[in-house]
């Protein structure tokens, strides 16, 4: 009995070594942690700028339609205006 004791004891002890000192053990979580740690500050850094250009975007979106309707107006009112000075230029044409 003291012998499968000792056995499963040593058995234990290898599979403990191999999880805290093997390839894939501990060693490697820690490393993962941090790689993930670097990636989500990579992330965070991104997600920050693609905020700050999706809202550079809707500013220049919204000059954009602002620039729009206020040529559509000035366009609107030229062409008042031309209508307005056509009976002019042909009135000075006759003369």
Same mark, same amino acid.
């Given at each position: 009995?003291?012998?499968? %004791?000792? $056995?499963?004891?040593?058995?234990? !002890?290898?599979?403990?070594?191999?999880?805290?000192?093997?390839?894939?053990?501990?060693?490697?979580?820690?490393?993962?942690?941090?790689? !993930?740690?670097?990636?989500?500050a %990579?992330?965070?850094?991104?997600?920050?700028?693609?905020?700050?250009? $999706?809202?550079?975007? =809707?500013? !220049?979106? =919204?000059? !954009?339609? =602002? %620039?729009e309707?206020?040529?559509?107006? $000035?366009?609107?009112?030229?062409? %008042?205006? =031309?209508?307005?000075?056509?009976?002019?230029?042909?009135?000075? $044409?006759?003369?």
């Open positions: 009995m003291r012998l499968v %004791t000792l $056995a499963l004891a040593a058995a234990l !002890l290898l599979v403990q070594a191999q999880l805290w000192f093997g390839g894939n053990g501990m060693g490697r979580v820690v490393e993962l942690g941090r790689l !993930l740690e670097d990636q989500q %990579t992330n965070d850094e991104a997600r920050q700028r693609n905020q700050r250009l $999706a809202a550079e975007v =809707r500013d !220049l979106a =919204r000059r !954009l339609h =602002r %620039t309707h206020r040529e559509a107006g $000035a366009a609107a009112q030229i062409g %008042t205006e =031309r209508d307005l000075h056509r009976p002019l230029l042909r009135a000075c $044409a006759v003369q």
